[in-house]
């Protein structure tokens, strides 16, 4: 998934793309690249890396052009090399393109373009773009037509922007986000509103199959076929899209240490009705749960926690699965969607699996407005602000306490979670990071790390081993403690590494005797628990916490931790690592 940015103003654009891809660089990190028109020509520059660097030594941000478009990669088709970058050029270089998503039949239509004698320089996808336009511009030298008969060639899942060497822009929206900003001194399109933020905070979403055509003398909007699309204009907040660092030297720091207070933002924000959420899920013969990575491990604490306290059993089932799972929806039914950015491909092709059969959608998202919101019957916002480490982990504890909060409301016994008192033990967990930064200085070089969990612990061994496989890239994996001696036993000896999650609850006794076993193969064993035994070799202390029932908000902070410190040992960027995006929009 990559991020594309255009921008058309009274004056140079070049550095509000910089700025506008700096913003977005979360949502691909391979390359960079920007193109200008200036008297009637496409001035182009890209390379492999990072904005920043890609900028210094390119001087990006000092490009001049009125008109122009950016891009950065998260390589699909293609190796990680500086032809395969974007903005990519039609062959007699009067357009050139950005893209994000996969045109699934470029091969075919690369080949036809091919025997119209056009010879393509990389091994992208996104090629055929340009040259497609490139050749149905020369067929009716009319914009608008040549947008028309192209989109109708591409399969697949895109939004792309098209610079034309006469300084006009042109932007299509199929599936893949696209936003365009109005700004009083100029437009703006790109793949998420942290691209213009700075600009403007009045935008457009482009609905599904909609292009607009943007110049000098402003902009259209129309239908894939052609006709005029109706469009609303909207007011965004600033605030709920702020992308500082606020002092901490990485983004996922910041976000692991804002926990405190955004659980509390959360379960406390009015803007949340939570009360039909509760009825709708009170009133629904089934309820299936759905997400992606992080998102997915908390459909599975959901699946512990509901029956504890309600009637509810929930099914939780993988987005990328829901394909191969789609027998077991019943009609009439509720699928809840749980995703950060509302924008993972997997998420939203489930909804329209769901929808197809017959259920009701309602989800819980952070990135309010984005294509999961708009396409539910109704969400509940996180409200824990913008999340840009690739890696979740605000929105971790931000999505599990929306169910708490859900289970306060639906349970017969009235229960009552305190959250300020976990608010207040993150906290001190947090103070205790020295700990486990010390070791992460022994894990480092670890080759396999096991986390084990019972109960409602599990899901929590799942994602802990998430965040350490995200950031150091060691081969981590999580465990259901009882199911080791079925099989997984079998890896230990005296190079592992294992974490016992193993607070004092009905887990704990059951928990001891299989640490004995992990021991007795010559495993290390780090113990995460309100309690210290003498088999652990690393004691990860967290606070008491009662009910037990919420040790999954807390527990999961020192996993957060360790693998942010455990990146920083090995020389890695906790922010971009490799290989990942914040959230995908391919499936
Ligand atoms: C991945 C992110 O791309 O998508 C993960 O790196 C995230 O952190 C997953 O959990 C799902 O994303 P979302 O936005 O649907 O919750």
């Known amino acids: 998934m990559c991020s594309i940015i255009g921008c058309i103003a009274n004056s140079d654009v070049s550095e509000t793309l910089v700025k506008g891809l700096k913003r977005m660089e979360y949502r691909g990190y391979d ?39 950016g891009h950065t990669r998260w390589a699909t088709h293609g190796q990680v090399n500086k032809i395969n ?19 699934e039949n470029y091969w075919e239509l690369r080949k036809d373009l091919e025997k119209e004698g056009i010879v393509f320089k990389s091994e992208t996808d996104t090629e055929v773009i340009p040259n497609l336009l490139g050749s149905f511009f020369k067929q009716t030298g009319n914009i608008k037509e040549m947008l028309m008969k192209t989109v109708t060639k591409l399969k697949g899942q ?40 700075e600009k403007t905070d009045y935008v457009i979403y482009l609905e599904n199959e909609q292009f607009v055509i943007i110049d000098g003398k402003g902009y259209k909007i129309y239908n894939f076929d052609g006709g005029l699309a109706r469009y609303k204009i909207n007011k965004i907040s600033k605030q709920s899209n702020d992308v500082n660092k606020n002092g901490y030297e990485h983004f996922t720091r910041k976000e692991i240490f804002e926990q405190p207070s955004t659980i509390l933002d959360t379960v406390n924000n009015s803007n949340n009705d939570w009360e039909t959420f509760a009825e709708i899920m009170q009133n629904s013969p089934n309820v299936y749960i759905t997400g992606s990575g992080t998102s997915y491990n908390i459909a599975l604490v959901a699946k512990y926690l509901f029956p504890m306290y309600t009637t509810i059993s929930p099914e939780s089932i993988m987005s990328s699965e829901m394909n191969y799972s789609k027998d077991r929806l019943r009609k009439n039914s509720l699928l809840i969607t749980i995703s950060q950015s509302g924008e993972s491909a997997d998420v939203l092709e489930a ?21 999961l919101e708009r396409e539910s019957d109704a969400s509940l916002g996180l409200y824990c602000g913008t999340e840009i480490g690739v890696a979740a982990t605000k929105s971790f504890t931000s999505q599990l306490s929306v169910f708490y909060k859900i289970i306060e409301l639906i349970s017969k016994q009235h229960i009552k979670f305190d959250f300020k008192t976990v608010s207040k033990l993150i906290s001190e967990i947090l103070d205790n990071e020295p700990t486990i930064m010390n070791i992460a200085k022994e894990i480092k070089n670890a080759s396999d790390i096991y986390i084990l969990g019972r109960g409602i612990h599990y899901p929590i061994a799942k994602e802990g081993a998430l965040k350490i496989k995200e950031l150091s890239y060691i081969h981590a994996e999580g465990f259901a403690t009882g199911e080791l001696k079925h099989g997984p036993l079998a890896l230990m000896d005296k190079s592992s590494y294992v974490i016992a999650i193993n607070p004092e609850d009905n887990t704990y006794q059951d928990n001891l005797s299989n ?56 020389g890695a960027d906790p922010d971009y690592p490799r290989n990942l995006a914040k959230c995908v929009t391919v499936k």
């Not at 020509?41 to 900028?55: A, F, P, Q, W």
């Open 515 to 570: 640490i004995q076993e992990v021991k007795a193969r010559g495993a290390k064993i780090i113990g995460l628990s309100n309690k210290h035994h003498d088999l652990y070799d690393h004691w990860i202390k967290i606070p008491h916490l009662e009910p037990s029932i919420l040790y999954p908000l807390i527990e999961i902070i020192p996993f957060q931790l360790l693998a942010y410190h455990t990146s920083l040992e090995i």
């Open 158 to 197: 895109y939004s792309f922007i098209a610079l034309l060497k006469d300084g006009s822009l042109i932007a299509a929206r199929f599936h893949e986000p696209l936003i365009m900003g109005l700004g009083n001194k100029g437009y703006f399109v790109s793949s998420d509103v942290l691209g213009f933020i």
């Open 351 to 371: 909804v329209s699996i769901a929808k197809e059969k017959g259920l009701n959608v309602i989800s819980i998202v952070n990135s309010l407005a984005s294509s």
């Open 31 to 69: 390359s960079v690249g920007i193109a200008t028109s200036l008297d009637s020509k496409i001035l182009l520059k890209k390379e492999v890396g990072r904005v920043n660097v890609v900028n210094s030594n390119l001087k990006l941000d000092t490009m001049p052009g009125h008109v122009g478009i």
């Open 85 to 103: 970058a974007h903005p990519h050029l039609c062959s007699d270089n009067s357009i050139a393109v950005v893209h994000n998503g996969i045109i």
